[in-house]
Nanobody, 116 residues
Framework: QVQLVESGGGLVQAGGSLRLSCAVS????????MGWYRQVPGKQRELVAT???????DYSNSVKGRFTISRDNAKNTVYLQMNSLTPEDTAVYYC??????????WGQGTQVTVSS
């Protein structure tokens, strides 16, 4: 059974930084891509960033230039470095693993709160 476990969320002041981690219970090369999504109450979950097995990355316009997604294949872990955080970044952040058959698996989420 595939498990994704996020960590690293918390409370930070505007302008600060956080690094999220997602530890995966299987080899992450099993997946077409790994990604981070976020969700606030009453809104749909939205894409933040993705990274493929080959290292290609994609970002939402709202985080481009501030967030960086990376992966450590030896540790089966995906990271999201978040800099210059704003209150608009406050959300529950979810790790995603998308299979080559486009099946999505999710972690339990980690809360990020940015105070003004």
């Amino acid at each position: 059974q595939v498990q994704l476990v996020e960590s690293g969320g918390g409370l930070v002041q505007a302008g600060g930084s956080l690094r999220l981690s997602c530890a995966v219970s299987v080899n992450i090369f099993n997946f077409k891509s790994m990604g981070w999504y976020r969700q606030v109450p009453g809104k749909q979950r939205e894409l933040v960033a993705t990274i493929t097995g080959g290292g290609s990355t994609d970002y939402s316009n709202s985080v481009k230039g501030r967030f960086t997604i990376s992966r450590d294949n030896a540790k089966n872990t995906v990271y999201l470095q978040m800099n210059s955080l704003t209150p608009e970044d406050t959300a529950v952040y979810y790790c995603n693993a998308r299979s080559f058959t486009l099946v999505d698996r999710w972690g339990q989420g980690t809360q990020v709160t940015v105070s003004s």
